[in-house]
């Protein structure tokens, strides 16, 4: 079946400009992530959903960042006022419910741009 | 803070050898680690997990040790092969958690 999939895989915005990046998760999975990835890091956790309530969002850089599932399954991600130093990667995973030992299922990331 | 890290950050080894990647942490309280794989314009992809009661976990051509006494964890690929060539994270979940936190990676290239 269809894995995760984001959108769009790139966006190049200028700074100040708002932005909303896309996750739609594997069919059927509860829970879903977004982290952020720069370049030769690991991911960096943002927030996690599980079904349409953000269960932790403790990741969140700052009030600019917010992110949506309200129908619990896409979601997407908000970032207002965007500044420079938010490029990077934005990954989403999902998996079938939200344990600590459920495996992840990457989404192939949205590479945004802040010039 | 407490933190996942890796030793290499860059390992080259010839098609056919084996390879191994290392990763330390330092969060006595992890009781669950994964390793990822992830290809340039891809995100992560699971390979092989272990829990904190198991110090040794095999799969297909992949081998994780985990020393709980030095914590460190360890990926093994037998018989690398060019495909193989991606960056490597090890990443810890503590007990009762269900967010991973990742180390930076390894590199590995493969030549053939």
């Known amino acids: 079946g269809a894995g995760v999939s984001q959108t769009p895989s790139n966006k190049v915005t200028e700074k100040g400009k708002y932005v909303e990046l896309r996750c739609d998760p594997i069919s059927g999975h509860t829970a879903l992530y977004w982290y952020r990835q720069s370049l030769g890091q690991g991911p960096e956790f943002l927030i996690y959903f599980q079904g349409t309530g953000a269960a932790d969002d403790s990741g969140l850089p700052n009030d600019r960042f917010f992110a949506v599932r309200p129908e619990g399954s896409v979601s997407t991600l908000k970032i207002q006022r965007t500044e420079r130093g938010d490029s990077a990667v934005y990954l989403c995973a999902s998996s079938p419910g939200g344990t600590g030992t459920d495996t992840q299922y990457f989404g192939p990331g949205t590479r945004l741009t802040v010039l | 803070g407490e933190s996942v890290g890796l030793h290499l950050p860059t390992l080259s080894v010839q098609e056919g050898d084996n390879s191994i990647i290392n990763c330390a942490y330092s969060n006595s309280a992890s009781d669950y680690f994964i390793w990822y794989k992830q290809e340039s314009g891809k995100g992560p992809q699971f390979i092989i997990d272990?829990?904190?009661?198991?110090d040794k976990r095999q799969g297909q051509r992949v081998t994780v040790l985990l020393n709980k006494t030095v914590k460190h964890l360890s990926l093994q690929i037998a018989a690398t092969q060019p495909g193989d060539s991606a960056v490597y994270f090890c990443a810890e979940i503590a007990g009762g958690s269900y967010i991973p936190t990742f180390g930076r990676g390894t590199s590995l290239i493969v030549h053939p």
């Open positions: 272990i829990r904190s009661n198991m």
